[in-house]
């Protein structure tokens, strides 16, 4: 039943941020990670202050969905400011995969506690 639940929430926060890994325009990825960021927080931000569901969904799912597309705006956003400082753009992907993953697991645990 979990995994039900967390599985699009996964697939879409993992396509955001390896659709952003695999950009090639710094600028435009930045700029694209801060529009996702932007959205995501206002999905959180409309969870915790909204009591029952939003356009029938519980606040919950809508709590999760932003803060899954937020961990991989971050990460997406860390990549493209950072990427510049690595000799090679595969450890680069490397790192901020693993910055993509501790994000979301402190996200979930910090925002998702509000809910």
Same mark, same amino acid.
């Given at each position: /039943? ?7 929430? %996964?697939?879409?926060?993992? *396509?955001?941020?390896?659709?952003? $890994?695999? /950009? ?22 409309? %969870?915790?202050?909204? =009591?029952? =569901?939003?356009?029938?969904?519980? =606040?919950?799912?809508? *709590? ?5 597309? /937020?961990?991989? *705006?971050?990460?997406?956003?860390? &990549?493209?400011? &950072? ?8 450890? $680069? ?6 910055? &993509? !993953? ?6 979930? !645990? ?6």
């Amino acid at each position: /039943m979990v995994l039900a639940e967390a599985l699009p929430v %996964a697939l879409v926060s993992a *396509a955001l941020f390896g659709g952003l $890994a695999l /950009m090639s325009d710094r600028p435009r990825g930045a700029l694209i990670a801060q529009g996702a960021l932007f959205v995501a927080a206002a999905l959180v931000f409309v %969870a915790i202050l909204v =009591p029952g =569901p939003v356009a029938g969904v519980a =606040p919950e799912a809508l *709590a999760a969905f932003g803060v899954g597309v /937020m961990a991989a *705006a971050v990460a997406g956003m860390l &990549y493209h400011l &950072y990427l510049g400082r690595f000799e090679s753009v595969w450890k $680069a992907r490397g790192v901020f995969t693993l910055v &993509y !993953l501790v994000t979301s697991a402190l996200f979930g !645990l910090v925002f998702l506690s509000f809910i």
